[in-house]
T-cell receptor, first 110, second 117 residues
Framework: GNSVTQMEGPVTLSEEAFLTINCTYT??????LFWYVQYPGEGLQLLLK?????DKGSNKGFEATYRKETTSFHLEKGSVQVSDSAVYFC?????????FGAGTRLFVKA | NAGVTQTPKFRVLKTGQSMTLLCAQD?????MYWYRQDPGMGLRLIHY???????AKGEVPDGYNVSRLKKQNFLLGLESAAPSQTSVYFC????????????????FGPGTRLLVL
């Protein structure tokens, strides 16, 4: 069945550091891929998405490219800020449901 | 446009009590979902609905029931609460993908924090 695996956290970085959070998936067909972000005390919200192979999703300085050959959708940001501290979820949609990864907590220190 | 709203925000129950969590969305979405989020467990799907009058079981349905009598509302019921149901509950809704083939971006409510003593 479909599944998503993302790197375990927490990830702790200093402000302005480069961020990578790895995500790989297993899926049949052609799912859409997503990154969601959850700030403390809030629900998840969409950060970016890609709907087909080689698409790049981007938002707020974050980027991820849908790599079908490596079944990956790694999240990157060139320079993180303290305000980026949150939990990040990789996800894929297939059928009627969305499959979420376990989440990666990011701490950014000033 | 309120998006997805959840009622209540916080509730304390005693073991054996019942309650209903209400989710409402004003985006005319077909699909709606109930998840629970527990520390270290990510999101787990409880039940979902692909349209008014239809519901289906998710990953962890035991101890919960749902109803979708109106397209905009999705109710989650706990008939006899247990301490294991202490969690944060999130509702989400989603439009269909182009062509109606499955779900797309999910829009989440702010969550309901439930404590069962």
């Amino acid at each position: 069945g479909n599944s998503v695996t993302q790197m375990e956290g927490p990830v702790t970085l200093s402000e302005e550091a480069f961020l990578t959070i790895n995500c790989t998936y297993t899926a049949t067909g052609y799912p859409s891929l997503f990154w969601y972000v959850q700030y403390p005390g809030e629900g998840l919200q969409l950060l970016l998405k890609a709907t087909k192979a080689d698409d790049k999703g981007s938002n707020k300085g974050f980027e991820a490219t849908y790599r079908k050959e490596t079944t990956s959708f790694h999240l990157e940001k060139g320079s993180v800020q303290v305000s980026d501290s949150a939990v990040y979820f990789c996800a894929l949609s297939g059928g009627f449901k969305t499959i979420f990864g376990a989440g990666t907590r990011l701490f950014v220190k000033a | 446009n309120a998006g997805v709203t959840q009622t209540p925000k916080f509730r304390v129950l005693k073991t054996g009590q019942s309650m209903t969590l209400l989710c409402a969305q004003d985006m005319n979405h077909e699909y709606m979902y109930w998840y629970r989020q527990d520390p270290g467990m990510g999101l787990r799907l409880i039940h979902y609905s692909v349209g008014e009058g239809t519901t289906a079981k998710g990953e962890v349905p035991d101890g919960y029931n749902v109803s979708r009598l109106k397209k905009q509302n999705f109710l989650l019921g706990l008939e006899s609460a247990a301490p294991s149901q202490t969690s944060v509950y999130f509702c989400a809704s989603s439009p269909t993908r182009a062509g109606g083939l499955g779900t797309e971006t999910q829009y989440f409510g702010p969550g309901t924090r439930l404590l069962v003593l």
